[in-house]
């Protein structure tokens, strides 16, 4: 009897679950935690600087996340201050009713801190394709930038492109 009922109930999950998905009025799972290993990141234009000592920091205290096509993943009015970059894909930064779209070794491929917050248009993070990206607080951000982590061109590259697209023009 119990094979019976385990043989019905592997043939009636499947099919509630996909039943469920069109009478539910739950959004989409768009963005899933991710994990992040240490050779891929490595690889990772914007960390290619950072030694093994440093890609576990930056591991240890950042989080990644898969992103579908899409989702809006930061604004610059989230006033937190954190740090996205993108690991692989692509998204795209609206602002002004324009959209600068940006691959993960483009200068956009980061977003968010000041080069944002204090830009005299807001602007918003949009995901373009499935991609990787990884959320970074603006504490640990500044403490890594502190103890020597090097970041700077590809920080330099950003506040370029983010002050160009970002500034008020009339």
Known sequence: MSLVLLAA???LLPLARYAYSFNAKHPPVAMQASVTYL???RKTPF????????????????????VEAGTPIAASKDGDGAIW??????????????????LHDEAGKWYGGVAVQGAALPSRLVV???SYVMHISAGDFARMREQGFDFGAHVRQGEQFYGGILRNID
């Open 85 to 102: 970059i993108l690991l692989d894909g692509g998204w795209q930064v609206e602002a002004g009713g324009k959209v600068y779209p940006a």
């Open 47 to 66: 960390f290619t600087q950072l030694n093994t000592a440093q890609l576990r920091d930056m591991i240890a205290h950042a989080q990644e996340w898969e």
């Open 128 to 130: 373009n394709q499935h």
């Open 39 to 41: 050779h891929l990141l």
């Open 9 to 11: 109930g592997a043939l």
